[in-house]
């Protein structure tokens, strides 16, 4: 089956740092991954489209300079949470298609970032 | 704008009681229309529709399409509380765009 991975699962940092979030699918290659952003008892919210080997599409209202993304191979993405803020506190999930566009998209675990 | 609509976002039943989730859309260019779980952590997939009318079953779930009517409708039978999480539906518009994800519906079943 497909999988995919997250790491890390749980990170604290203080405010003014900057985190880097790793989203792999391990057993597929995937050309596009998703990152969203979730709240507590909230659905998900789409941050952007990361596309290996070019850049990112970002949604409306998502800061691309805060949020860092990075699509180095057919089986990594990086979310890099710059200058981080209280506010940037969320469940921050990372997801690819599974065979392509058209097909069903397999989520990461999740990361929970606390920003202090 | 695509928009996903889920109803209702909240409900409480009983083990061994039977609950229907409704997930009624707008879309460009309809794709397909996904089901998925979701716990303490990420979402877990459960049925991927494309056709209007076909039944996709596993276990106890099991989930139809109505493409004219704009709507999707997940089943779960004789409930257990390992059932308790939220249901969310997401659709597909233009090829190979994002889903959209719907609210979700808390479920809850208590023993």
């Known amino acids: 089956g497909a999988v995919v991975s997250q790491h890390p699962s749980r990170v604290i940092c203080k405010s003014g740092t900057s985190v880097k979030i790793e989203c792999r699918s391990l057993?597929?290659?995937?050309?596009?991954m998703f990152w969203y952003r979730q709240f507590p008892k909230q659905s998900l919210m789409l941050m952007a489209t990361s596309n290996e080997g070019s850049k990112a599409t970002y949604e409306q209202g998502v800061e691309k300079d805060k949020f860092l993304i990075n699509h180095a191979s057919l089986t990594l993405s990086t979310l890099t949470v710059t200058s981080a803020h209280p506010e940037d506190s969320s469940f921050y999930i990372c997801s690819a298609n599974y065979r392509g566009p058209g097909y069903e998209q397999y989520f990461g675990p999740g990361t929970r970032l606390t920003v202090t | 704008e695509d928009k996903v609509v889920q109803s209702p976002l909240s409900l409480v039943v009983h083990e061994g009681d039977t609950v229907t989730l409704n997930c009624s859309y707008e879309?460009?260019?309809?794709?397909?229309l996904l089901w998925y779980k979701q716990e303490k952590k990420a979402p877990t997939f459960l049925f991927m529709l494309?056709?209007?009318?076909i039944e996709k079953k596993s276990g106890r779930l099991s989930s139809i399409l109505d493409k004219k009517e704009l709507f999707s409708i997940l089943n779960i039978t004789a409930t257990q509380t390992g059932d308790s999480a939220i249901y969310l539906c997401a659709v597909r518009g233009n090829y190979g765009q994002n889903f959209v994800f719907g609210p979700g519906t808390r479920l809850s079943v208590l023993p």
């Open positions: 494309t056709s209007s009318g």
């Open positions: 879309v460009t260019n309809f794709r397909s």
């Open positions: 057993d597929f290659q995937a050309t596009t």
